[in-house]
């Protein structure tokens, strides 16, 4: 499954478990077109490659429903629809490295100042910020809090005005809920939401660059995406399968 992603960037170690497993599998489920094509460049036979569709999609059209019925966690928080940015930022080549660190969430931090900033926070993060001895200026400046369960986290993606992260998924359910994403990286795994006009790259390379991304991309909206399929990947997967 999610066969055919690729980020191209050889320095993430998940990049490199992408090539070698999907060069290694019999049978490769591609969620989008693009993956397709970027198995067939690599040469790999079309008759082990099937275009099925994104699983997450499914979910999403799923426990987006359930998430409106049990999720009381925009009360609990005291937010309002579309009233809040919603940040996630988890990834080693931010946490890692303090100057993207410090433009993230100084970049975030200006952005708080005119709409609030929600941000679970990321075990991994909170170690980066308390090494560095940023926690409490980033706790006074944003609304941080522990991380949410998936109900919880998929009604604050939901309600968002708009979606900064560096998580993948976090990007393709932005777009599955209507929701600008400005994606904290360098580069993504899925071009069709940049191309759509859905998501915008912003890598950290300084605070200002970071706010003024999420600034201008605030209210935007893209083009229509069929690349996800149409809610059914898991019974295509299924199907394919049960012929092996």
């Not at 609990?76 to 080693?92: D, I, K, N, S």
């Not at 931090?109 to 075990?123: F, G, I, N, Q």
Request: glycine share 6%.
């Amino acid at each position: 499954m999610e066969a055919g992603l690729r980020s191209f960037n050889r320095r993430m170690p998940e990049e490199i478990n992408r090539v070698l497993t999907d060069h290694a599998a019999d049978l490769l489920l591609a969620p989008t077109p693009t993956a397709v094509e970027n198995l067939r460049r690599e040469g790999l036979p079309e008759a082990r490659v099937r275009w099925v569709g994104d699983v997450m999609y499914d979910a999403a059209l799923h426990f987006g429903r359930l998430a409106d019925r049990a999720s009381t966690v925009l009360e609990r928080l005291g937010l309002e629809p579309r009233g809040y940015v919603l940040a996630t930022v988890h990834r080693a080549e931010n946490t890692d490295d303090p100057a993207r660190l410090q433009a993230v969430f100084e970049g975030l931090s200006r952005v708080a100042a005119e709409l609030p900033v929600v941000l679970p926070l990321h075990p991994r993060t909170r170690k980066a910020l308390e090494r560095l001895g940023w926690l409490e200026r980033a706790r006074e400046r944003l609304r941080l809090i522990e991380p949410v369960g998936y109900l919880d986290m998929v009604a604050l993606e939901k309600n968002a005005r708009l979606i900064a992260t560096d998580s993948g998924g976090v990007q393709k359910e932005a777009y599955f809920f209507g929701v600008p994403c400005v994606t904290l990286r360098d580069e993504t795994e899925w071009v069709e939401l940049v191309e759509a006009g859905w998501n915008i790259l912003a890598p950290p390379s300084d605070a200002k660059a970071v706010a003024d991304t999420i600034r201008a991309h605030m209210d935007s909206r893209g083009a229509p995406v069929e690349a996800y399929g149409d809610g059914h990947a898991a019974e295509r997967i299924v199907s394919e399968l049960t012929k092996q």
